[in-house]
């Protein structure tokens, strides 16, 4: 059985940092899966944020996060990280991790799968 669990999510005010953990357990081999951070305010869909792929010479990051965001993983402990500096009121939302079912390379949110219970980030202004 896949789970995925997030972490790090906190209040922080604007220009603050948070680093987001998530660990997925029960692939049958982490290491060749991509797997993507995404996001999801109230009354709105869930969107990408950034995706890394299997060994990261591969990384993707929506717009609006470029040069805040970094994206990372470890292959040993089955995690993947999320560093978010410099944080906005528009970058409040709840944080999910996942891995890439589909193995398609981009960061699609139809291709992504198993989906934790998310943690919660929100900056104040």
């Known amino acids: 059985r896949v789970t995925v669990e997030e972490s790090g999510g906190g209040l922080v005010q604007t220009g603050g940092s948070l680093r987001l953990s998530c660990k997925v357990s029960g692939l049958r081999r982490f290491d060749e899966y991509n797997l993507g951070w995404f996001r999801r305010s109230s009354g709105t869909e869930r969107d990408w944020v950034s995706c890394?792929?299997?060994?990261?010479?591969?990384?993707l990051y929506t717009e609006s996060v470029k040069g805040r965001f970094t994206i990372s993983r470890d292959n040993d402990k089955n995690m993947v990280y999320l560093q978010m500096n410099n944080l906005k009121p528009e970058d409040s939302a709840t944080y999910y991790c996942?891995?890439?079912?589909?193995?398609?390379?981009?960061?699609?949110?139809?291709?992504?799968?198993?989906w934790g219970q998310g943690t919660q980030v929100t900056v104040s202004a």
């Open positions: 996942a891995p890439d079912l589909l193995h398609g390379g981009g960061c699609y949110v139809l291709d992504f799968g198993y």
């Open positions: 890394i792929s299997e060994t990261s010479t591969k990384i």
